[in-house]
């Protein structure tokens, strides 16, 4: 055979080539959990606190890594859904995965036709709880076999907090108290809480205040586990955030919804009832917000406050 030929050949192996790949890049709509060290097991049920993996392809064991292409973090899923060793991109993160675990809940939603991933993210504790809940997406956008250029977010996927506490009191954000209220033990905006709600989200609808960004940061008491006040405080920020979306048509870019749990104090009594309180802190501008990663138990009977801060 010729060269000419044997070139032509080549030529039109590598055409097929970046068709077949080009073909292969899915976009899906998913069911997105996440999981760590204290909730993975070994492939017992009741063997949890372990970082073994199923089908291990670019890791020996779990592990968040960097999130870029050369370095995704591991992902479990069902393998009819997602074969072990593809590269899942997770735009809402900004972060690549690869997979190399199994999920029962993911196999048991792929019975059903319901893709479902679920992300490893490194930590434990009670920090790791409630991240794992508050990252938490119903349905998310997520690439099967993505192009290796898409932009991506440094750190952990669970440093939302630290970075957004270091941005804030670097730029020593002004701030305004109010007060919302919610029943003991739970998220939910009582009567009382109106007023003052809609005079928040009449005053965030503002013209001069488009293109800011707003911190709804959920807090609590030191009642009761860190685990459980974290993520109570991160509900009650997010239906806060909610309303205000709900209601007066604030921008969802515009809020970023976060619990600290009993971490952030305003009084020192770790009891006292103005520190179980939603802040909203105006981030200035998305410059500001985008540095501190924002673009994205039983308590006494009674009613409970909300300090709010502007």
């Not at 970046?18 to 709509?29: G, I």
């Not at 970082?51 to 870029?68: K, P, Q, R």
């Not at 009084?267 to 673009?295: S, W």
Request: glycine share 6%.
């Amino acid at each position: 055979m010729s060269r000419l030929a044997l070139g032509a050949i080549a030529t039109l192996l590598a055409l097929w080539s970046l068709t077949n790949q080009a073909s292969a890049q899915e976009v899906v709509s998913s069911y997105v959990t996440f999981y760590g060290f204290d909730d993975n097991d070994d492939g017992d049920g009741a063997h949890l606190g372990t970082s073994i993996i199923s089908h291990a392809t670019i890791h020996e064991s779990a592990n968040e890594d960097l999130g870029t292409y050369e370095r995704p973090g591991t992902l479990a899923t069902e393998i009819n859904f997602v074969p072990p060793g593809t590269i899942v991109y997770v735009p809402a993160l900004k972060r690549y995965y690869v997979m190399e675990d199994t999920c029962r809940e993911c196999s048991k939603d792929w019975l059903v036709r319901r893709p479902h991933v679920d992300l490893y993210v490194s930590g434990t504790g009670p920090e790791l709880a409630a991240c794992e809940d508050r990252l938490t997406m119903e349905s998310t956008k997520i690439i099967i076999n993505p192009s290796p250029d898409l932009p991506v977010k440094s750190g952990s996927a669970c440093k939302e907090r630290q970075e957004i506490t270091h941005e804030v009191e670097e730029n020593d954000l002004p701030a305004i108290d109010l007060e919302v209220f919610f029943n003991f033990d739970s998220a939910e905006i009582t009567p009382e809480a109106l007023p003052i709600l809609k005079k928040l989200g009449a005053a965030l609808s503002d013209e001069k205040l488009k293109g800011s960004v707003f911190l709804v940061a959920g807090h609590t008491d030191a009642k009761g586990s860190n685990a459980y006040n974290l993520t109570l405080s991160d509900q009650r920020a997010k239906t806060v955030a909610g309303f205000l979306v709900e209601n007066f048509h604030i921008d969802p870019k515009q809020l970023v919804a976060v619990g600290f749990g009993e971490e952030k104090p305003k009084n020192q009594n770790p009891l006292a009832a103005e520190n179980r309180r939603v802040q909203v802190v105006n981030m200035a501008n998305k410059d500001v917000a985008a540095k501190a990663g924002c673009t994205r138990s039983r308590r006494p009977a009674g009613r409970e406050a909300a300090a709010v801060i502007w």
